[in-house]
């Protein structure tokens, strides 16, 4: 009997290591595609405009793939709708905002790699 007791134990055991980790609200990364962008000067706006929100952590706005990608910090979000409105106040179209897990770094990476 304490045999049996000891596998379920031991079988309880390892479900409860078995369960996903926990994952934050707030995705690594918001990718927009933006419209709009012709211009050295329209990234540096673009990227002045979303520093100035308190829970952006870094910006990265590529004129090749009209692609804007920022970072969060930890526990802090902004709303697709606020982002879409800073953007569109300033003159620009949003095409799609995705959330995506890849970290900025990551983005970074894969604007400068060559097709």
């Known amino acids: 009997m304490h045999f049996g007791k000891t596998i379920l134990f031991a079988f309880a055991a390892s479900m409860t290591i078995a369960i996903a980790p926990v994952r934050t609200a707030a995705a690594a990364t918001i990718e927009m595609d933006v419209s709009g962008l012709v211009c050295a000067f329209c990234a540096q706006g673009i990227e002045k405009k979303l520093r100035a929100f308190p829970a ?4 990265v706005v590529s004129l090749e793939k009209r692609l804007v990608a920022l970072s969060t910090k930890d526990g802090a979000d902004i709303g697709d709708e606020e982002l879409k409105r800073a953007l569109t ?11 995506e897990d890849e970290t900025l770094d990551a ?3 894969r604007l400068e790699a060559k097709p």
């Not at 106040?89 to 959330?99: E, F, N, Q, T």
Request: net charge positive.
């Open 56 to 59: 952006t952590a870094d910006v």
């Open 89 to 99: 106040d300033a003159g620009y179209s949003v095409k799609a905002i995705r959330r």
């Open 107 to 109: 983005v970074r990476h």
